[in-house]
């Protein structure tokens, strides 16, 4: 039986780029995930930027809830950068934290939703890191996938659009999960003949609606003045 060396060669070949692109895949999915110490780090530093935005804040709310200077945007920012999961996965540590801080502690169900549950949701903004139009574009042109913001980094006005969107986003989840903790949990502050889950509406849509916009006029100005750029990148 008479083999071809080359045609060997070239199956010895095939196979080992074939195992050089699986490990390298493996190794780039560790780097890009939690096992990576730079995303830790950076989780680490913007919870603490949070933290300190937060205290002392702007206006408390007897029952909860405050107006703090943009103490959302840290997270807001590295789940822009990261994606849903790290920013999901911040949001929750620093729930935690807060709620360790703020010692507003009243029913179990009450802190799931009040603290990891509802800043968990600022990491819902990740979902705009990439853009679909950008995917297509790019799959066309063979490059890879450009953020959401950068793809659009000559068009300032559907850059601030695409800011107001994903915040909105995020501090919507927030609000939800503060609504039903306040309609379940604290309608006993409710005024006299006040449906519990209007008073919740009014009372959380107060501070989060000026937390939101705090954010977005934040984020927006950072973004044009190039600064959320250097870090996108």
Sequence with gaps: MVVDSMNLNQVILAEGNKQLDTTNQVRHKNQSGFRNPRILAEVAIFIALSLVLSIPPIFKMPQGGSVTLASMVPLLLLGLRRG????????????????????????????????????????????????????VKNRINKSENKSLVGFFKNNPIIEAIIVVIGVTVAFTGRFIMHLISGAIFFAEFAPVGMNPWVYSLVYNSGYILVELIISCIILIVLNVSQVSKVYMQ
């Design 84 to 135: 849903p999961k790290v920013g999901i996965f911040a949001g929750v540590v620093y729930g935690f934290v807060d709620m360790a801080i703020s010692h507003q502690v009243y029913y179990p169900t009450q802190v799931l939703l009040d603290y990891p549950l509802a800043f968990g949701c600022m990491g819902l903004i990740g979902f705009f890191k990439n853009n679909p139009i950008a995917g």
